[in-house]
């Protein structure tokens, strides 16, 4: 499998969980269980993150400049997502603003990414180095 086709299959299980974040900003659950809940949103999207960032960015930002500038533009975004979990985090501030942003920056991202660095991935970048490590 290729890893752009193993990377959509994990953005349709993390946009199940942006959901159910979402219906939890709706329901108006406590900030403090918002904080637990966001903890685990964090971690299943920095696991995707890191493989993303180290299966498919890197190669992919060495094929061309274009490429390159794409790829710096999709990596900023994994920063201020991280950025926003930090914050979510510190029990002086209110998560529910924050975790509104990370749900429409990521699901954003997801959409950018699927549309634009996949398909680009996909042109630009032999067989061998699309295959998935984890397939």
Do not use: Y
Not at 29 to 53: F, G, Q, T
Not at 64 to 80: C, K, P, T, Y
Request: charged share 30%; hydrophobic share 40%; no cysteine.
């Amino acid at each position: 499998m290729r890893i752009t086709e193993s990377l959509r299959i994990e953005h349709d299980l993390l946009r199940n969980m942006l959901e159910a974040m979402s219906r939890w900003l709706t329901e108006s659950v406590a900030a403090d269980k918002l904080r637990e809940r966001a903890m685990m949103l964090e971690a299943a999207i920095n696991i995707h993150s890191a493989r993303e960032e180290r299966q498919l960015f890197a190669p992919l930002s060495a094929s061309s400049d274009i490429a390159h500038d794409l790829v710096s533009m999709i990596e900023r975004v994994h920063s201020e997502v991280r950025d926003l979990f930090k914050q979510v985090a510190d029990p002086g501030q209110n998560p529910e603003d924050l975790l509104r942003d990370i749900l429409r920056l990521t699901n954003e991202h997801f959409t950018e990414e699927e549309t634009g660095l996949f398909p680009l991935a996909e042109k630009l970048l032999p067989a061998e180095v699309l295959e998935d490590d984890n397939s």
